[in-house]
């Protein structure tokens, strides 16, 4: 399972990079979205207020991480997928995916951190516990995403199903990731964190290993 691991990520870093204009897209998205934010909000002025900069940081991540993994499965026709079937396991197939997107929406998510930094200003008090949430979130949209593309790939209007099925898994992590955000702007201690970070670890393994086990059956389909 490893080797098969390693030829299917390097895989996707080599179709990812030879359509370098999908890549560049997101990336242009979150650069454009952030500077929208900077015009909208009177942010030129100090107007934008440290929650405000908060949600908006997260919500614009989360569209990101749907862009940028949404097409997981949604772009592989059908015959590259039988081929799949026949040379790797599902197993292999489904951690490859999720541990690309989870790189990608990672940088994603830096950049983006890196962008609101420099654009927004930077409110956040206590640095380690907010890049901690922020790979937990990261990790958290990309497992539950690829899980949702992988099923609504199977359906003939998959851009629909996957939003319906991905909402209700989204929401908490997002929501989680925001209230950590949130104490991480305060400075607060790790201690008053400790449970909502326990809790997007949890959510995160939760779904992964549901992934894992599930995806073998929709495969097959």
Not at 195 to 218: E, G, H, S
Request: hydrophobic letters at 55%; one cysteine or more; proline letters at 3%.
């Amino acid at each position: 399972m490893f080797q098969q691991l390693k030829t299917l990520i390097k895989k996707e870093i080599t179709l990812e990079w030879r359509q370098k204009y999908a890549l560049n897209g997101i990336l242009l998205y979150v650069i454009s979205a952030v500077f929208l934010t900077y015009l909208s909000f009177g942010a030129r002025d100090g107007n934008i207020s440290p929650p405000t900069w908060n949600s908006l940081y997260w919500i614009i991540i989360l569209f990101s991480a749907v862009n940028a993994v949404a097409k997981s499965f949604v772009q592989e026709h059908q015959g590259r997928q039988l081929y799949y079937y026949m040379v790797a396991s599902p197993e292999s197939i489904i951690l490859s995916k999720m541990i690309y997107n989870a790189l990608l929406t990672l940088l994603l998510a830096l950049l983006g951190y890196l962008v609101f930094s420099v654009i927004l200003g930077n409110p956040i008090a206590n640095q380690g516990l907010f890049l901690v949430n922020l790979v937990l979130g990261a990790l958290g949209f990309s497992a539950c995403l690829t899980m949702v593309s992988g099923i609504a790939s199977k359906a003939s209007n998959n851009a629909t199903l996957m939003a319906i099925l991905s909402f209700p898994v989204v929401i908490p992590i997002l929501l989680m990731a925001i209230r950590v955000s949130k104490n991480a702007m305060d400075g607060l201690d790790w201690s008053t964190s400790s449970d909502k970070v326990l809790t997007l670890v949890a959510i995160n393994a939760i779904v992964t290993a549901t992934a894992y086990l599930l995806f073998p059956y929709v495969w097959r389909s």
